[in-house]
């Protein structure tokens, strides 16, 4: 763009002196043209053009200025129509590098929400439609994520890419394949390494046109994009299955002295998700339900074993040590590295709406969201399985002691909430199927949670 500002700066100074010199040497022509034919006009002996020869050396100065002057406009000419296709050429491959980067930037997006396995094919066609592409691909030994565009056969594609993954799975970097053996046209393939392994190989396929060296450069960065998000995935998975395990543990420690608290840690666990799912939290959120309903107990594995068994009316002392496993489940739940949010679920599932709970007697929206939520679950469950003390109940009668005290012990709408779920015999079944696989996000408000740190609450203990 700087030089094409001086070019048009130099154009403009040209045209002006030209212009003046122009008029200047049309004047000059013509007076010279006036004196050789007018006969009757006699110039001083001493004046230079009184004689012949001055007058046509004159002349011929004239005519070289003016061919000088036109030599030079057209020199301009060609700089600036050069830095007018350099601009252009500028301009689309800018253009092209935006493209790039928000198409990279909406596929990172769509492999991060959606995941791989559901992402990867929708990334791959807008890969094909960018490209002009006929086929897009990821192959690899274990996945084969695949997009033929409309129209294209399938069978060459495939063929294509097959032989495309062959030749790219020995390189480490992009590469251009313009024979495909028996297939017609080119591909471009980018191999991938995961976790610093080559095991999948990028391709794009077309039938007629070339690709460019630009488009091989673009497919590159998508690649780099592909690598993070298999790594991503890989990664949660693992965190996951140590999550799982690390759960399991503290499953097994706690029902050495509760038995009954597995059942308990997952009924109350995918109940609070499908609290969380009817009142449209994210999925994130539920799934930080779902840790904080299976650990929100583990603070019971510090008491004594005969304390709070069922059917034990508790002594004052009893009470006080059980009025103390909200607090503990929350310091393991630190210690075992769960977030802010389980932390607080935990501490805070007994406390009440009117403040009578414990630990902190906190009271009204002070109390987490997810606390409000992990304590109507549990009163359901304890109550309808006699979990830890306290008699067997039936599930409407359990029901009935979360109506009566909606809004004054228990947050009304999540009471709402396990009413719809309770009262839909299919909606139950449906939750406990997969304890870690997310529901469908529904377009409901997320309730606020306070800002300071709260603790919690569950039924009601004796005083």
């Not at 050429?89 to 492999?111: G, I, M, P, R, Y």
């Not at 610093?196 to 007629?208: F, G, N, P």
């Amino acid at each position: 763009m700087g030089d094409m500002r001086q070019a048009s700066q130099r154009e403009t100074q040209l045209d002006v002196i030209s212009s003046v010199l122009i008029l200047a040497m049309v004047a000059v022509v013509g007076l010279l043209l006036w004196l050789m034919t007018s006969n009757g006009v006699a110039l001083p002996i001493w004046f230079p053009l009184a004689d012949y020869i001055p007058r046509v050396l004159l002349g011929g100065f004239v005519i070289l200025v003016v061919l000088y002057l036109w030599d030079q406009r057209r020199r301009l000419r060609i700089e600036i129509e050069k830095a007018w296709a350099e601009t252009e050429a500028t301009k689309t491959e800018l253009n092209a590098t935006c493209n790039w980067l928000a198409f990279s930037h909406d596929a990172a997006s769509k492999l991060g929400t959606d995941g791989v396995e559901t992402g990867m094919r929708e990334v791959l066609a807008d890969a094909a439609a960018l490209f002009d592409a006929d086929a897009a691909a990821v192959l690899g030994e274990d996945n084969e994520y695949t997009y033929v565009a409309q129209g294209a056969p399938r069978g060459e594609a495939e063929r294509a890419l097959t032989h495309v993954a062959l030749v790219a799975a020995g390189n480490a970097s992009p590469l251009l394949i313009q024979s495909l053996g028996t297939e017609e046209g080119q591909a471009i393939a980018v191999p991938l390494r995961v976790q610093e392994d080559l095991r999948y190989v990028l391709c794009i396929w077309r039938r007629k046109a070339d690709f460019t060296t630009e488009q091989l450069d673009a497919l590159g960065l998508m690649g780099r994009m592909v690598e993070l998000a298999i790594e991503r995935e890989e990664s949660l998975g693992e965190a996951q299955s140590q999550l799982e395990g690390t759960l399991r543990v503290l499953q097994y420690l706690v029902a050495d002295k509760r038995p009954d608290y597995s059942r308990h840690a997952v009924g109350v666990a995918e109940l609070s998700a499908g609290i969380g799912h009817k009142l449209g939290l994210r999925p994130a959120a539920r799934k930080d339900l779902r840790l904080a309903g299976l650990v929100h107990d583990v603070g019971m594995m510090s008491l004594p074993q005969d304390v709070g068994d069922a059917g034990k009316p508790l002594s004052a002392e009893e009470t006080m040590m059980i009025r103390q496993h909200p607090r503990i489940g929350a310091e393991i739940a630190k210690a075992a590295n769960f977030n802010v949010v389980i932390q607080e679920a935990v501490a805070g599932h007994h406390e009440r709406m009117d403040g009578s709970g414990y630990p902190l007697g906190l009271r009204g929206t002070r109390i987490p969201l997810e606390a409000r939520i992990l304590a109507v679950c549990e009163v359901y469950d304890s109550m309808t399985h006699r979990t830890y003390h306290g008699t067997h109940s039936k599930p409407e009668d359990a029901l009935e002691e979360l109506r009566q005290n909606s809004g004054s012990l228990y947050d009304a709408t999540v009471v709402s909430a396990l009413l719809e779920i309770v009262s839909d015999a299919a909606e139950v079944p449906a939750m406990t199927a997969n304890l870690f696989e997310e529901p469908p996000v529904h377009a409901a408000a997320v309730m606020q949670r306070p800002a300071e740190l709260r603790v919690p609450s569950a039924w009601s203990m004796p005083a």
